[in-house]
Nanobody
Framework: QMSLVESGGALVQPGGSLTLSCTSS????????IGWFRQGLGTEREGVIC????????YESDSVKGRFTVSRDSAENTVYLQMNSLRPEDTAVYYC????????????????WGQGTQVAVSS
């Protein structure tokens, strides 16, 4: 099972921006579809956005359309989640996940996960 590491979580005010990173020291992320998920307190893990190995957004939650974007820096072996116009309801632990086959908003499609990074949106 591959190891993924998320970073960049923080406390930010509503309307603010934040960039999360997902990287691996063991595997080349450009060979995988990368999904971003989030889980708020007492809620189920939900898909945010999924980025294929061909750098196509194959899935995007309606709740983040127009506010969140995803990108890949292959030289840094990192996938980024740029989050703009943050809202209190975006507060959650954010996870990145990798799959060779699937790119969706379904957590069950992904077998490889990071430990998560906390994002809190509050004034």
């Amino acid at each position: 099972q591959m190891s993924l590491v998320e970073s960049g979580g923080a406390l930010v005010q509503p309307g603010g921006s934040l960039t999360l990173s997902c990287t691996s020291s063991e595997f080349t992320l450009s060979h995988y579809n990368i999904g971003w998920f989030r889980q708020g307190l007492g809620t189920e893990r939900e898909g945010v956005i999924c980025f294929t190995r061909d750098n196509v957004v194959a899935y995007e939650s309606d709740s983040v359309k127009g506010r969140f974007t995803v990108s890949r820096d292959s030289a840094e072996n990192t996938v980024y989640l740029q989050m703009n116009s943050l809202r209190p309801e975006d507060t959650a632990v954010y996870y990145c996940a990798a799959s060779e086959r699937f790119c969706s908003g379904w957590a069950a499609d992904f077998r490889n996960w990071g430990q998560g990074t906390q994002v809190a949106v509050s004034s």
